[in-house]
């Protein structure tokens, strides 16, 4: 298990405590069931009930010897309970209890996240909100492009979030099952009842079938929708860095009272921590193939599939909480350089509006090709001269046979690239 990035909360969850005490309870509400049936005597439950418990380091003792942790814990749990003991587990299979007992941290963890989620969600719309209106550069293959606003980054982010917000609530609901079907699942040696008595007081469905394991592509879903939340931060954390960059230095990350960026040179302030997330997306991603890699397995049933998903599972959720967790407070602490955005805005003298131009000019009847060359011919020596784009359209016969000073106000008027930022707004549900 990743200890340096858990949080006490995510990792209580993959505990051996957490574990066995899951355990017990499936154990127990199974013998719930089997009283209710007439299988198991009223006693003999009360004393169950009473009685059972378990010691983690003694466990682990036993299982030393008998190399099963199943019955390692059965083993442990009959000295407590006694002669009685021996109605706990009947008919069911190691992977009853394992699979349920894994859904049931899955479903633990994925609730952790999804909180996360709604965290970073409100911090995205706070931030959209603030900046909604902050012209800056655009950028396509990483060339200026045309303006936008900082505020339609945060809202893509939010909008991207809330995604994510639906696709961890349809992975928790798809990992959200369980089985009691014994050693095939064909419920030979017990009844179905108590695979649906069990679930229900987990808060679990009953999967439809299952062969002695649930199928693991419920849990490769579950592991990818966190690769693709993982990912989508990773996106947000590589734009915090290009936008870092000291010839961009639009946003920077928050650096600390007592913060140092390098053992080498003191004046530096590193995207460290969006670096950081970049990074650990990459375990998750990868964990994701894992996941996938654990859906055939021998006859549909074998183990192959457990020893990774007990590095897997917890690896993946503990990381996923820490991203998510580092990222909000990496996203609302921005800092958010004005001047540079401006003087970026304004680095490529006027040739962002070459588009408006070439639009206004086909307005104004002149041929599309035409109105391209014109407009490409006076782009490049722009460009090449760092002359204003306006002061050479100025002194083109060819442009302002077509255009007058009304037009070129309008053409460079940084209005037009927010006209409809509240439009895209409400559509996002940012009010």
């Known amino acids: 298990m990743i200890k340096r990035y858990s949080r006490p909360e995510a990792e209580a969850i993959w505990t051996d405590e957490n574990k066995f005490r899951i355990w017990l309870e499936i154990e127990i509400l199974a013998c719930e069931a089997q009283n209710k049936l007439g299988l198991i005597p009223a006693r003999a439950l009360k004393n169950i009930k009473h009685r059972s418990k378990f010691n983690t ?15 390692a814990f059965l083993t442990n749990v009959a000295e407590y309970a006694g002669i009685d003991s021996r109605f706990i587990h009947i008919g069911m299979t190691s992977s009853d209890v394992l699979d349920t007992a894994l859904s049931v941290q899955l479903k633990q963890s994925g609730e952790i996240l999804l909180r996360d989620l709604l965290n970073v969600k409100k911090t995205l719309y706070r931030q959209a ?7 800056m550069i655009g950028r396509t293959h990483g060339v200026h492009a045309e303006p936008v606003t900082l505020g339609l980054k945060f809202a893509l982010w939010y909008d991207e979030n809330n995604r994510n917000i639906e ?37 679990l469905k009953t999967t439809k079938i299952s062969t002695q394991v649930l199928q693991r592509d419920r849990h490769a879903e579950f592991l990818t929708t966190l690769a693709i939340i993982a990912s989508c931060v990773d996106k947000y954390a590589t734009e915090i860095r290009h936008l870092q960059k000291t010839e961009v230095l639009e946003l920077e990350e928050q650096f600390t009272k007592g913060q140092k960026g390098s053992s080498a040179m003191p004046h530096k302030k590193n995207p460290i921590t969006s670096e950081q997330l970049s990074g650990l997306a990459r375990v998750i991603r990868g964990n994701s193939i894992a996941a996938l890699e654990n859906i055939p397995l021998w006859h549909e049933r074998d183990i192959s599939h457990s020893s990774v998903e007990r590095i897997i599972m917890p690896d993946s959720t503990i990381l996923l909480d820490y991203i998510l967790n580092k990222f909000n407070t990496l996203a609302g602490n921005l800092r958010v350089y ?40 006076i782009a490049m020596k722009c460009w090449e001269e760092k002359i204003d784009f306006i002061t050479l359209i100025r002194a083109s016969k060819e442009a302002m046979k ?30």
């Open 402 to 431: 077509y255009l007058t000073e009304k037009d070129l106000t309008e053409v460079f008027d940084y209005n037009k690239s927010r006209k409809n930022v509240d439009f895209i707004f409400r559509r996002t549900g940012i009010k």
């Open 338 to 377: 004005k001047k540079n955005i401006k003087r970026n805005l304004e680095l490529t003298n006027g040739l962002i509006f070459s588009q408006s131009l070439l639009l206004r000019l086909i307005d104004k009847k002149m041929k599309r090709e035409d109105a391209y060359r014109i407009v490409q011919t």
């Open 129 to 135: 909100k603030k900046y909604k209106f902050l012209t």
């Open 57 to 71: 380091a003694k466990i682990l003792r036993i299982e030393k010897t008998v190399k099963h942790d199943v019955i």
């Open 167 to 203: 696709r961890m609530k349809r992975a928790i609901d798809v990992i959200s099952v369980g089985q009691i079907s014994g050693a095939v699942g064909t419920y030979e040696h017990i009844s179905p009842e108590v695979e649906k008595y069990v679930c229900k007081k987990l808060g």
